[in-house]
């Protein structure tokens, strides 16, 4: 009765788009950490997350062992592909998560903390832009197992992509900053948020352009109908959010360019998805050929429908009870 493969599709699409959103915005307060004019300033970033930080890495969990149980031969070909990128990034987060909270009880070194959790946010970033940009470029598969080189990760196009994930969280972080913060703070916050969205726009437009020669059968998917019609509103919204984006930032308006730059994260995943489908292998092995058995997919799928709404009531209710402006006098236990 239902496409257990597609449904299963859909939920690891959307923990990975989670992932990107919440954990992306501490991640680019991370980048932007050693810009912020002083140590009150820095203080006042690092408790803007402190509540969510760390349930944030719930969905990256999610999407790997999901990957794992839901489409095995897919995580079979991904993970040898992307070893080296993923393991620097997981260490990179590890790193970031351990400053995190050795920055408020280890005074002595704050500033060798400081350091750790500005290179692990900005590592572990570049190195999901690395495995973006790998993913969208192809995967060599050579019968049912990855048929390519350690170094194929490595490429212009990939690390052009890790650059753009990098000015794209950092305008996640100034944005959720301008969003949080006051005072000259939230004006530093403006500041950079400006340059991180010409930079994320420039990067979004570099990399659209490019992706259509990557392939002949992404420039079919692209540029003839009827997948044009599907493609077209991609663009489109991009531009308007962009414009909206913009007026927020030069007017001021705190409550707009957060959710505006999700709206612009999410026209991308958008656009992947339309750049991908139905494959998740990109044209390799499609969602049906790495699939699970049905009987697996089923059953874990009850335990997914269960937790599922956990996972997001108990974010959301956190969220709502750390809404508003930070205080700034207000420690982090």
């Given at each position: 009765m239902f496409d257990l493969?597609?449904?299963?599709?859909?939920?690891?699409a959307l923990a990975i788009f989670i992932y990107v959103v919440l954990d992306g915005f501490d991640l680019?307060?991370?980048?932007?950490?050693p810009f912020l004019k002083s140590n009150g300033d820095r203080d006042v970033a690092m408790n803007s997350v402190a509540p969510v930080w760390d349930g944030n890495e719930t969905w990256l969990v999610l999407g790997g062992g999901g990957l794992m149980a839901a489409f095995p031969l897919a995580y079979a070909v991904v993970m040898p592909a992307l070893y080296?990128?993923?393991i620097i990034m997981i260490l990179a987060l590890v790193f970031r998560g351990v400053a995190f909270e050795y920055r408020w009880r280890d005074k002595a070194h704050e500033k060798i903390w400081d350091r750790s959790f500005f290179y692990g946010s900005l590592i572990a970033t570049f190195c999901q832009g690395i495995v973006l940009g790998t993913f969208v470029q192809g995967i060599e598969v050579d019968g049912r197992a990855y048929g390519g080189g350690w170094w194929d990760w490595l490429t212009p196009f990939t690390i052009t992509c890790g650059i753009a994930l990098v000015a794209g969280y950092a305008l996640l972080g100034t944005t959720w900053l301008i969003m949080k913060t006051e005072g000259e703070l939230r004006e530093t916050a403006y500041r950079y948020a400006k340059l991180s969205a010409l930079a994320t726009l420039g990067f979004v437009g570099l990399v659209s352009l490019w992706t259509p020669f990557l392939s002949p059968e992404i420039a079919e998917r692209w540029f003839t109908f009827p997948q044009l019609l599907f493609v077209l509103p991609v663009p489109t919204l991009t531009a308007i959010l962009a414009a909206i984006l913009g007026w927020g930032l030069l007017k001021k308006k705190d409550q707009v360019a957060f959710p505006t730059s999700i709206g612009l994260f999410a026209l991308c995943f958008a656009g992947l998805g339309i750049g991908t489908s139905p494959y998740i292998v990109p044209r390799a092995i499609t969602i049906q050929e790495a699939a699970a058995p049905d009987s697996s997919l089923f059953f874990m799928l009850i335990g997914a429908l269960i937790l599922l709404p956990i996972i997001i009531g108990y974010?959301?209710?956190?969220?709502w009870v750390f809404r508003g402006k930070v205080d700034p006098d207000a420690g982090y236990h």
């Open positions: 493969p597609t449904i299963w599709a859909g939920l690891l680019g307060i991370g980048i932007v950490f080296a990128p993923f974010t959301a209710f956190t969220y």
